[in-house]
């Protein structure tokens, strides 16, 4: 019988083995779990206090405090296909041969470019651009007074 032991103990000392390692697998499969877990709980955590920050800059709640605006009828077109494009391209060509070409813009290119945006802003802007040219007259005009009546002291004395 001892032969026959042996095999019994050879056996139960494989199912042992066999056992063990099956339970380390397990255990391996667990912690993986756990670490994939936690790390998809850390990236939950860091998109929540990206989407906070983002709150932060959400500016949308001011809108109906803003003036409403013209909208552009330019861009009728939301998506450019090839063709669009190119004749924007093209287009756009065009318009700066023409601003190159301009004998204002050869001679003085800012000057130019004051004058046009001048021309093409609102009249709202242009009323506030005014105001502010005037302030400076009137500190210009203070400053002629104190001039001339120094130069009309100094006349005085001769």
């Keep these: 019988m001892t032969g026959s032991s042996k095999k019994h103990e050879l056996k139960s ?3 042992l083995e066999k056992k063990l390692s099956f339970y380390t697998k397990v255990k ?3 912690t993986t779990l756990n670490a994939k877990k936690t790390i998809s709980k850390k990236k939950k955590q860091r998109s929540r206090s990206r989407q906070k920050k983002l ?15 013209a909208a552009p009828e330019q861009m009728t077109e939301a998506k450019l296909n090839c ?4 004749a924007l391209v093209q287009r756009e060509a065009a318009q700066l ?5 301009n004998p204002q813009f050869q001679l003085d290119p800012f000057a ?7 021309a093409t802003q ?14 400076k007259d009137s500190k210009d005009r203070k400053r002629r007074r104190k001039k001339n009546a120094s130069s009309s002291a100094q006349s005085m004395e001769i």
Aim: hydrophobic content about 40%; charged content about 30%; cysteine-free.
């Design 122 to 135: 609102p009249p709202a802007a242009a009323k506030k651009d005014d105001a502010a040219k005037h302030g």
């Design 112 to 118: 130019a470019i004051h004058q046009h945006l001048l």
């Design 28 to 30: 391996d499969a667990v």
């Design 55 to 69: 709150k932060a800059y959400d500016l949308s709640g001011f809108a109906e405090f803003l003036p409403e605006t």
């Design 83 to 86: 063709k669009s494009r190119q």
């Design 13 to 15: 000392k494989q199912k």
């Design 97 to 101: 041969k023409a601003v190159l070409s």
